[in-house]
């Protein structure tokens, strides 16, 4: 099986339950945060992004919170799905060239 | 069609070995990446090509090589592999400033070096 991931943080939550996903970055100058999903065997996707002019932005089933003030982003996932299950990786941007990728996170989806 | 193609998707080689992995996109954008993944440690840029004439090494660019043979193609070569570069290799395009910055990725190529 798949290799990648083996020591990250991991939540596990029922399925049809919300999860929420966090992540702290580190660059104050970030401008813009993305969250990909990586299935196994597969590249990460991407979800959703956010510019730092604001806070809060949704998709379909999927919110992504942006604090500046702790530099803390966060994935809500309404209702999760068996599918949903993968690592989640946020990632972070100054406008130029380079992206900052997270450790991720793990999420188990119980049936 | 994937958009993003990687080739070889698995890969066994010793030691001391010259390797090259590839990468092709349908996409036409100009930017390529090449990143790896370790457990626990999220994706680290090895290198990165802005166009043909542009390339760039990222944080971890030593024992690697690349070339962009043109705006589709951008190989990654192991000049001499070594047991600690066992890692999958993802590579990944952007569009052009200005866009959101969303990378597309590979489906990664898995490296093991004995």
């Known amino acids: 099986g798949e290799s990648v991931g083996l020591h990250l943080p991991t939540l596990s939550v029922q399925e049809g339950d919300n999860s929420i996903i966090n992540c702290a970055y580190s660059?104050?100058?970030?401008?813009?945060f993305i969250w990909y999903k990586q299935e196994s065997g597969k590249g990460p996707q991407f979800i959703i992004d956010?510019?730092?002019?604001?806070d809060k932005r949704q998709g379909q089933r999927v919110t992504v919170l942006l604090n500046k003030t702790v530099k803390h982003l966060s994935l809500q996932i309404a209702a999760t799905q068996p599918g949903d299950s993968a690592v989640y990786f946020c990632a972070e941007n100054t406008g130029g060239f380079k992206t900052i990728f997270g450790a991720g996170t793990r999420l188990f989806v119980k049936a | 069609d994937a958009d993003v193609t990687q080739t070889p998707r698995n890969r066994i080689t010793k030691t001391g070995k010259r390797i090259m992995l590839e990468c092709s996109q349908t996409k036409g954008h100009d930017r390529m990446y090449w990143y790896r993944q370790d457990p626990g440690l999220g994706l680290r840029l090895i290198y990165y090509s802005f166009d043909v004439k542009d390339i760039n090494k990222g944080e971890i660019s030593d024992g690697y090589s690349v070339s962009r043979q043109a705006q589709a193609k951008f190989s990654l070569s192991l000049e001499s592999a070594i047991p600690n570069q066992t890692a999958l290799y993802f590579c990944?395009?952007?569009?052009?400033?200005?866009?959101?910055?969303?990378?597309?990725f590979g489906p990664g190529t898995r490296l093991t070096v004995l």
């Open positions: 956010i510019r730092s002019n604001m």
């Open positions: 660059n104050s100058a970030s401008d813009y």
């Open positions: 990944a395009t952007s569009g052009l400033a200005g866009s959101t910055g969303e990378q597309f």
